[in-house]
């Protein structure tokens, strides 16, 4: 499976580096960019699958990148996870809920789990947007694959997940096992 392309717009490089270390590289491709005008760029040379945003950028902001997505057809269709530490920051300009904008809003820090939530659910979120009125017929074709290839990434997404869980519980059985064995250990040398 090809890697998709998420581009992730963040003034931070621990949060470009920490978006980029929780996904399977063999499925996605992170491109960054530190601020929004590099942003834009990035949008229109790369047409990433999937664009995560901060709100509070340098020489534009983010909530400027998002207006300007809203304001194009083809690029509103770009499923957008909004980032910030700040929510109010947020809701001041953009009011909830933000599934009625067609975005999905993580609070940092964020853990991996919260991250591949706000992925599956933009993924959900921009198939349900209603489709531009003037419909180029090449879309068109284009769109069941598209949708077969989101399918196939929910699909295995949810088995990383699965896979967490499990390696998650043989961690805690090893360590119950290990503290055991100190113990027993520990008991011998008295």
């Keep these: 499976m090809a890697a998709h392309k998420i581009l992730v717009i963040d003034d931070s490089r621990v949060i470009r580096n920490m978006v980029r270390d929780m996904l399977p590289p063999a499925n996605f491709e992170v491109l960054e960019a530190a601020d929004g005008i590099k942003g834009l760029e990035m949008i229109h040379q790369e047409k990433p699958w999937m664009i995560m945003l901060d709100f509070l950028l340098p020489r534009m902001s983010g909530f400027e990148v998002y ?6 057809p083809e690029l509103s269709r770009i499923p957008l996870v909004l980032m910030s530490g700040r929510k109010e920051e947020v809701t001041s300009k953009i009011s909830e809920p933000f599934e009625d904008k067609y975005l999905v809003f993580i609070e940092k820090p964020f853990e991996q789990k919260e ?9 959900v979120l921009v198939q349900k947007r209603p489709p531009v009125s003037v419909v180029p017929t090449s879309t068109t074709v284009d769109t069941p694959a598209t949708e077969k290839t989101d399918d196939a990434l929910i699909k295995r997404i949810e088995e990383l997940e699965a896979k967490s869980k499990i390696l998650e519980q043989q961690i805690a059985t090893q360590q119950k096992q290990f503290q ?11």
Excluded: Y
């Design 180 to 190: 055991q064995l100190v113990d027993f250990i520990k008991k011998k040398i008295k």
């Design 67 to 72: 207006e300007t997505l809203q304001q194009s």
């Design 115 to 123: 991250l591949i939530t706000a992925i599956k659910r933009a993924m």
